[in-house]
């Protein structure tokens, strides 16, 4: 992994910062000195402001270091930090990072946490090059849980008698968002058409989607013998990343015993409206896969009719 330390982070609500020793009063009063805040986590509510200041001087001491990641989660409107979110642990063998949170109890069910999850997540991904980013949670605070699933995560098992907390000894349940191993394969030998391939980059909900490059779309008009504009470019590059991303949920059906999907059929049958067909204009023929009120796709007019 490519540790970059604790970056400033935005997103629409939050901003995911380096904490100061000024909020240390915040972070007491918000959610430091709250055992409810507590209950399921393995440090116990602060006594003190003082308590707190000794906690951020020692993160702020640590920020130098590349593998050290420890955010405070400031709430734009309030220009307060309202929780915390960190790695508590990373592992560059298997290229997986475990992640720990939590936020003050007047802040509860606002989505807060699974915003800044979801960034946090992206994050490690895209920029970090982590191959697994996890947490887990007391099965006895599901609502943990809740915020994990919202953020992408992907339930993966519970571990019995695993644990330990405020509460004591716990089963924990685990949850991951593993990135696609797509991501890794790289040809030592490219020819210009497998230059001219996608990428996977996690987007804003968290959900692995395709992205296609400036070289693709210079291949594409090449094989097409067309010339396309700047904006015709980006349009088309979305319109073949939409697709790409329909044909991904495709592929995860069950499929076991049925005939074909379109999608294996000539090109011109992949980009109409109705994308899951027989061939003979049946849309019959897979009754669990995605239908036209899922979204279609229509081929770009840059590219052909």
């Known amino acids: 992994m490519n540790h970059i330390g604790t970056r400033e982070i935005a997103t629409e609500r939050l901003t995911l910062r380096r904490f100061e020793i000024e909020d240390a009063e915040n972070m007491f009063y918000n959610w430091a ?109 599901p609502n943990s849980g809740k915020v994990m699933a919202a953020a ?50 996690m987007g804003e909900d968290g959900v692995m989607r395709n992205v296609i490059s400036d070289e693709t779309m210079e291949y594409v008009g090449i094989l097409a013998k067309l010339e396309l504009s700047p904006e015709e470019a980006e349009a088309a590059k979305k319109d073949m990343a939409d697709m790409l991303d329909y044909i991904d949920k495709l592929e995860e059906l069950d499929t076991a015993g049925i005939e074909p999907m379109s999608h294996v059929f000539p090109v011109n049958n992949v980009f109409r409206d109705d994308v899951v067909t027989n061939g003979d204009g049946s849309e019959a023929t897979l009754a669990n896969a995605p239908v036209k009120k899922d979204g279609g796709f229509k081929v770009p007019k840059t590219i052909g009719e």
Request: charged content about 30%.
């Open 33 to 141: 000195n709250d055992p409810e805040v507590t209950k399921y986590l393995t440090w116990p509510a602060h006594e003190s402001v003082d308590t707190t200041e000794t906690i951020l001087k020692e993160w702020i001491s640590k920020y130098d270091e590349k593998d050290f990641y420890q955010w405070a989660i400031e709430l734009n409107d309030l220009e307060q930090p309202i929780g915390t979110i960190s790695a508590i642990k990373t592992d560059e063998r298997v290229e997986s990072v475990e992640i720990g949170y939590c936020i003050g109890k007047s802040f509860w069910n606002n989505g807060y946490m699974t915003e800044a999850l979801t960034a946090i997540i992206r994050f490690f991904i895209n920029e970090v090059g982590a191959g697994r980013v996890w947490a887990r949670h007391d099965t006895e605070n």
């Open 152 to 201: 992408g995560m992907d339930y993966e098992g519970t571990l019995r008698h695993a644990g330990f907390n405020n509460q004591g000894i716990c089963d924990e349940a685990v949850y991951a968002k593993v990135r696609s191993a797509a991501l890794d394969e790289e040809p030592e030998d490219e020819t210009p058409e497998q230059q001219a391939v996608t990428t996977k980059v």
